[in-house]
C-alpha cells in the first residue's frame, strides 16, 4: 500500500547509456514531480505535472524527458547518461497545485 | 522568487537536548510552510506543516509557529532522541504553485 512508489531503487550504468525510472501515485493526487537531490542534501524541482500535462521544467538538459502517461504515473528518461546525473532522484506527489508534498523512496542513480 | 534559508548544519546535540533549527522565508502573499525530515536512505517526510500566519504545527514533538512578522517557521523540540538524527527540510509552497521551494536541508546528528 506505498503511496508513491518509485523504480528502481538503486541504477548503476555506465556513461552514454539510457535509463528510466517510474513513478506510480496510489493516492489520487492531481500533481506529480521530479526532483534530484545532490551529495549535498540539495534539492532541485526538475519537472512538475499537473492532470498529466507540464506546468515547470526547471532548467534540465532535454536529455531528460519526463512522460506522464496518466494521473498516477510519471516516468523519467535520461538518454546520454553522464557523470554529473549521478545523484538521488525523487518523485513525489501533492493532492493539488499548492499543497504538500509526498515522496518516494528515491532512486539512487550511478554513472560510472 | 520565492526562497528559503535554514540554518547551515551539522548540529550535533546530546540525547534529551533542546533543538532549535531556524528557518526564515521569502515569498509573496501566504505561502503554506513544511517541515520535512529525511532520514538516512529514505524519501522526505512531512513533519508538520502550517498553512496561515500564526499556525502552530505539531508532530512527534516537534513544533513550529508560523511568524508572518518575522517572515519564520522556526523549528523546535524539547528534548531530541538518537531516533530523531536526521536530515530536516523547510519548505514552503504558494497558493496553487506548480513546485514547493526547499530550504538546503540542516543534517541533525543526537548522540547517546
Known amino acids: 500500500d506505498t503511496a508513491v512508489s518509485q523504480t528502481p531503487k538503486y541504477l548503476v550504468t555506465q556513461m552514454g547509456n539510457d535509463k528510466s525510472i517510474k513513478c506510480e501515485q496510489n493516492?489520487?493526487?492531481?500533481?506529480m514531480y521530479w526532483y534530484k537531490q545532490d551529495s549535498k542534501k540539495f534539492l532541485k524541482i526538475m519537472f512538475s505535472?499537473?492532470?498529466?500535462?507540464?506546468?515547470i521544467n526547471e532548467t534540465v538538459p532535454n536529455r531528460f524527458s519526463p512522460k506522464s502517461p496518466d494521473k498516477a504515473h510519471l516516468n523519467l528518461h535520461i538518454n546520454s547518461l553522464e557523470l554529473g546525473d549521478s545523484a538521488v532522484y525523487f518523485c513525489?506527489?501533492?493532492?493539488?497545485?499548492?499543497?504538500?508534498?509526498?515522496f518516494g523512496q528515491g532512486t539512487r542513480l550511478t554513472v560510472v | 522568487g520565492d526562497s528559503v534559508t535554514q540554518m547551515e548544519g551539522p548540529v550535533t546535540l546530546s540525547e534529551e537536548a533542546f533543538l532549535t533549527i531556524n528557518c526564515t522565508y521569502t515569498a509573496t502573499g501566504y505561502p503554506s510552510l513544511f517541515w520535512y525530515v529525511q532520514y538516512p536512505g529514505e524519501g522526505l517526510q512531512l513533519l508538520l506543516k502550517?498553512?496561515?500566519?500564526?499556525d502552530k504545527g505539531s508532530n512527534k514533538g516537534f513544533e513550529a509557529t508560523y511568524r508572518k512578522e518575522t517572515t519564520s517557521f522556526h523549528l523546535e523540540k524539547g528534548s531530541v532522541q538518537v531516533s530523531d538524527s536526521a536530515v530536516y527540510f523547510c519548505?514552503?509552497?504558494?497558493?496553487?504553485?506548480?513546485?514547493?521551494?526547499f530550504g538546503d536541508g540542516t543534517t541533525l546528528t543526537v548522540k547517546p
Open positions: 505535472y499537473n492532470n498529466k500535462e507540464l506546468i
Open positions: 513525489a506527489s501533492s493532492q493539488k497545485t499548492g499543497t504538500e508534498a509526498f
Open positions: 493516492l489520487g493526487h492531481d500533481t
Open positions: 519548505a514552503l509552497i504558494r497558493h496553487n504553485a506548480g513546485k514547493s521551494t
Open positions: 502550517a498553512t496561515k500566519a500564526d
